[in-house]
């Protein structure tokens, strides 16, 4: 766990607050990664209230490409269903998403760790590519 991640644990235990996502123009990837880490540092120490923020900042929109594929790996670990099918949406939303994603190496550690998800990726491309044709015609 990182200094910054267990620094915002021992704020959050003394205040219920953490500041880090109050901000008013967060920068969402910059909040994505630290919502990461804290998540790791609240599961360590099982501080449910923050692991409930954590999720709940996840899943307000800090999912993007160069994450999708680790937050979707940690959403699998701990068993966060709303949180992996977000992260299954997002992934398989536009083609665009689904080949960057894939080059990340948040996409090899979840493909090695795993690798059942990756089945239900795959079924939900197919999914997603069944509508779009239905769509069109």
Do not use: W
């Not at 644990?9 to 804290?38: G, K, N």
């Amino acid at each position: 766990m990182n200094a910054a991640a267990f620094k915002a644990m021992i704020h959050f235990i003394y205040t219920d607050t953490v500041p880090e996502f109050d901000q008013e123009q967060p920068d969402m990837e910059a909040v994505a990664v630290f919502a990461h880490h804290l998540l790791g540092a609240a599961h360590r120490y099982e501080v449910d209230g923050l692991k409930l923020i954590c999720k709940r900042k996840l899943q307000s929109g800090a999912i993007y490409v160069g994450m999708a594929a680790t937050t979707l790996a940690l959403a699998e670990k701990h068993n966060y269903r709303r949180l992996k099918a977000m992260c299954i949406d997002f992934i398989v939303s536009t083609r665009e998403n689904l080949h960057a994603v894939l080059a990340t190496e948040g996409y090899k550690h979840l493909e090695a760790s795993y690798p059942s998800v990756l089945t239900q990726l795959l079924k939900s491309v197919r999914v997603t590519a069944r509508v779009s044709r239905e769509i069109q015609t």
